[in-house]
């Protein structure tokens, strides 16, 4: 058997959630549209000497990618994902394995996190997030807390019709009929949480539209993702 044809058996073993492209024509058989995704965050082309914080890496997907843009360091960060049974953290593991990549990994909540315990880093990496969190003010300030310049949120928004800062509570499984998606913030309200964490440039990105569902909402365009790029 070819050390090609024994890797996919390999990976076919695991949960996979995001795609990534391990080389010789192997994609990893990921649910998310990863590449879509990146395109959506803009992630800046060129990293070159930057240390980068990767919260909620998952598989690693964008981990690994800003290694590929020349981040001189990556921690690549999770909790709750890496801890699920079902999931786990073997997706990451044969990524970087494969990969050949020197990404390091840091286990732990969001609510663990502080300059202490991993100190500062150039750009910190935010993406989906935020909306899992039951208490996100104060979480997004401990997240804030290690973002010595810059930082990128990608997150589930709602009531972006209102002009000032607000945000839905789903206590149960309105959002996606996931129980584990506990807030809608709109635009206005992560912009507010930005200031408050001290950065003072933000630029919003228009909402996308997704095709998930959230309870009581009649029109999608009540509800959707948005991106945000904030610098000190």
């Known amino acids: 058997m070819s050390a090609t044809a024994t890797m996919r058996d390999e990976l076919a073993k695991i949960n996979w ?3 990534i ?3 010789n024509g192997v994609t990893t058989p990921g649910i998310d549209d990863s590449a879509t995704k990146l395109a959506q965050v803009r992630l800046p082309a060129d990293l070159s000497g930057k240390s980068v914080l990767d919260i909620g890496a998952w598989d ?15 921690v690549a960060l999770d909790g709750g994902v890496w801890r699920v049974d079902s999931i786990g953290k073997a997706g990451f ?3 970087r394995k494969v990969l050949n990549s020197k990404v390091e990994d840091a286990e732990m909540e969001v609510s663990e996190i502080s300059p202490e315990r991993l100190g500062h880093f150039d750009l910190v990496l935010f993406l989906g997030v ?4 039951p208490d996100p003010v104060t979480s ?3 997240v804030a807390s290690v973002a010595a310049k810059e930082i990128i949120v990608e997150t589930h928004v709602d009531m972006i019709e209102h002009g000032v800062p607000a945000m839905a509570f789903y206590p149960h499984d309105e959002c996606a009929n996931d129980p584990s998606n506990w807030c809608g913030p709109n635009q206005a309200a992560v912009e507010g949480m930005l200031r408050m964490a ?6 919003s990105f228009p909402v996308t539209k997704v095709a998930y569902p959230v309870t009581g909402r009649s ?6 993702r948005q991106v945000f790029h904030a610098s000190r």
């Open 17 to 19: 959630f995001h795609r």
């Open 21 to 23: 492209d391990l080389g």
């Open 60 to 74: 690693g997907f964008f981990s690994f990618e800003c290694e590929r843009r020349g981040a001189r360091r990556v």
């Open 93 to 95: 593991e044969f990524a």
């Open 130 to 133: 935020l909306y899992h969190l």
């Open 140 to 142: 997004f300030m401990k």
């Open 198 to 203: 001290g950065f003072r440039t933000i630029r």
């Open 219 to 224: 029109h999608l365009n009540q509800y959707g």
